[in-house]
């Protein structure tokens, strides 16, 4: 929690598969990791048990969670942070691909939050529905979901089946404040408006490409194979590949990219009636290219 200058931050990523932290946010997360010193955690939804195309995992899916996990725990903890799968009220996965809005998922994500009180959630942004592909519903549900949840974080009741505090010897529950939240720039979700984007330096880079290349059951197998391209065939073309991607993105953004420049970016929502202030966007998001006027602008609109 922020209250107190020596309690250090809560950094939160709610994502729907085990990559999607390093791919959309590992430069902010190794900025945050750096600058911050914060409590940071990598929250997944599904058990990624789709990402692959050997047969072998047809028949023993939770060999491919597990690879799965192990890559998000590696590159979590090049961050300092920790990896943490979300599971229902019995302990049973959400399957990859089938992820739905509904109360098991919802009340995965108000304990996930209630427990680790983040003062920061950064996650995927919900559906566009003028979005013209129609990609990864997973992505677009982790967003809904969140949304969802969001005003509920601070309400003990909300989901008793998922409460873990012990609640013996009090007569009323901690109140706990909902985070600020913000979503990502996701090219699976339509329309891009974001009020942040963040420049990486080379180290922040180097970490992210290296966050992104313990990923090695996505990146060097199933991205190529189910995007029909060849696999990067070592670092350095790992980190050409994610420049290329960020200049592509980059040129929907309202920015002039520099070579070799790798960007990230950002939206802030009310979810949870939490509007940041422009102190707090500053602190979580440095080096905004935008010099913080869309922030600004976007922050008075939500008051
Ligand atoms: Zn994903």
């Avoid at 058990?47 to 028949?59: I, Q």
């Avoid at 302990?91 to 739905?100: A, I, P, Q, V």
Wanted: proline share 7%.
């Amino acid at each position: 929690m922020s209250d107190g200058k020596s309690v250090k931050p809560g950094i939160m990523f709610i994502a729907a598969h085990q990559d999607d932290a390093e791919g959309l946010a590992g430069g902010l997360l190794s900025k945050l990791s750096k600058r911050l010193n914060p409590r940071g955690v990598v929250a997944c939804l599904t058990d990624g048990s789709v990402g692959h195309y050997r047969t072998e995992f047809l028949k023993d899916p939770k060999k491919l969670n597990q690879i799965r996990d192990e890559e998000a725990k590696n590159a979590a903890l090049i961050y300092g942070f920790k990896y943490q799968r979300l599971v229902d009220n019995n302990g049973e996965s959400f399957k990859d691909g089938r992820l739905e809005v509904n109360w098991k998922t919802r009340g995965a994500v108000w304990k996930a939050i209630r427990d680790f009180r983040p003062d920061l959630v950064i996650t995927l942004p919900v559906n566009d529905y003028t979005d013209p592909y129609g990609m990864h519903n997973d992505h677009t549900n982790v967003g809904e979901i969140v949304k969802n949840t969001a005003y509920l974080i601070p309400a003990p009741l909300a989901f008793p089946e998922y409460m873990s505090e012990n609640i013996d010897d009090k007569d009323e529950f901690e109140y706990i404040p909902p985070p600020i939240i913000v979503t990502v720039h996701d090219p699976y979700s339509g329309k891009i408006q974001p009020d942040i984007v963040v420049a990486l330096t080379e180290e922040e880079l180097d970490q992210k490409v290296k966050a992104w290349g313990a990923h090695l059951s996505q990146w060097k197998e199933w991205l190529p194979w189910v995007g029909r391209y060849d696999a990067p065939s070592d670092t350095e073309s790992l980190k050409k590949s994610l420049i290329a991607r960020s200049h592509r993105l980059a040129q929907s953004l309202p920015i002039k990219p520099k070579e070799n420049e790798v960007y990230e970016s950002f939206t802030i929502t009310k979810w949870a009636l939490r509007v940041p202030t422009l102190d707090e966007i500053k602190r979580y998001f440095p080096d905004d290219v935008l010099d913080y006027r869309f922030a600004e602008k976007k922050i008075k609109e939500l008051l």
